[in-house]
């Protein structure tokens, strides 16, 4: 692959289809988010579409693939719908989404258990260090009801 300098003005065509399979062998990608980073590198738009077409077909690239890896690899701090917030800019579908999502082995209240006795530790004393604790939650994308069932005050 020919290194593009300050004075070329195109990347090589050639290498197109190099720099996309380098980007994949790093890290699964979202068909957006290849597309994107191929567009920043100088490649024309009508040329990236049917490379990640072919790729798509081949297996090569997979929305659903990048999605289910994004979410092992940040469910242990977020909860979904933070998660789902950023499978979508990331340009994964809705319907994607929400499968994925689905198939998660445990449940959003255990994640956010885990969430909050590593950060705190211990049930808020006070309505102020209840509004920081669900504050801190809520930014990591519990949902509402999740949070309630997490900082109720406990009957023992």
Do not use: C
């Not at 077909?57 to 997979?62: A, C, E, Y």
């Amino acid at each position: 692959m020919k290194p593009t300098t300050a004075n070329s003005k195109k990347p090589d065509p050639d290498s197109l289809r190099e720099r996309a399979l380098a980007l994949l062998a790093r890290r699964e990608h979202s068909r957006f988010e290849l597309a994107h980073k191929l567009e920043r590198a100088g490649f024309a738009p009508e040329a990236i579409a049917p490379l990640l077409d072919e790729f798509e077909r081949k297996n090569w690239l997979s929305d659903r693939r990048f999605a289910e890896a994004w979410v092992h690899d940040h469910r242990a701090k977020s909860g979904a719908i933070k998660l789902a917030y950023e499978l979508r800019q990331r340009g994964v579908a809705d319907a994607v989404v929400e499968a994925v999502l689905a198939q998660q082995p445990d449940s959003e209240l255990d994640r956010a258990r885990a969430v909050w006795l590593k950060k705190f530790g211990a049930a808020p004393a006070s309505p102020t260090d209840y509004a920081k604790q669900a504050r801190f939650m809520a930014g990591r994308g519990f949902s509402a009801g999740v949070l309630r069932a997490l900082l109720k005050p406990s009957d023992d």
